[in-house]
Nanobody, 130 residues
Framework: QLQLVESGGGSVQAGGSLRVSCAASGSTLDYYAIGWFRQAPGKEREMVSCISSKDDITDYVPSVKDRFTVSRDNARRAVILQMDSLRPDDTAVYYC???????????????????????WGQGIQVAVSS
């Protein structure tokens, strides 16, 4: 059972930056596609960004494109979401999720749907004030 732990997050004023990291307890994330999701109060969970298991192909929801960057660390033990130019509507609980691609072709694609992920972190709060 893969246990994901998010770290980082916190509070910042609009225009600032935060970083959230996702790591697996006792394991690497080498063969997993990783997704970052967020859920704001009263809203549905949405995918923010994802990175494929092979070749680190990335994707972003349009509202965060050019502001957020997802990457793996060199040891492939963590996935980092760097969030710049933060806005109040970025306020949410952020979750990382890990999934194993079901086909060879999907190894170089982002998994964008919640059902494609098998493991979830507990979530971490990001708050952006105006």
């Amino acid at each position: 059972q893969l246990q994901l732990v998010e770290s980082g997050g916190g509070s910042v004023q609009a225009g600032g930056s935060l970083r959230v990291s996702c790591a697996a307890s006792g394991s690497t994330l080498d063969y997993y596609a990783i997704g970052w999701f967020r859920q704001a109060p009263g809203k549905e969970r949405e995918m923010v960004s994802c990175i494929s298991s092979k070749d680190d192909i990335t994707d972003y929801v349009p509202s965060v494109k050019d502001r957020f960057t997802v990457s793996r660390d060199n040891a492939r033990r963590a996935v980092i979401l760097q969030m710049d130019s933060l806005r109040p509507d970025d306020t949410a609980v952020y979750y990382c999720a890990a999934g194993i691609p079901s086909t060879v072709a999907s190894m170089t694609k982002c998994l964008t749907q919640t059902f494609e992920y098998d493991y979830w972190g507990q979530g971490i709060q990001v708050a952006v004030s105006s």
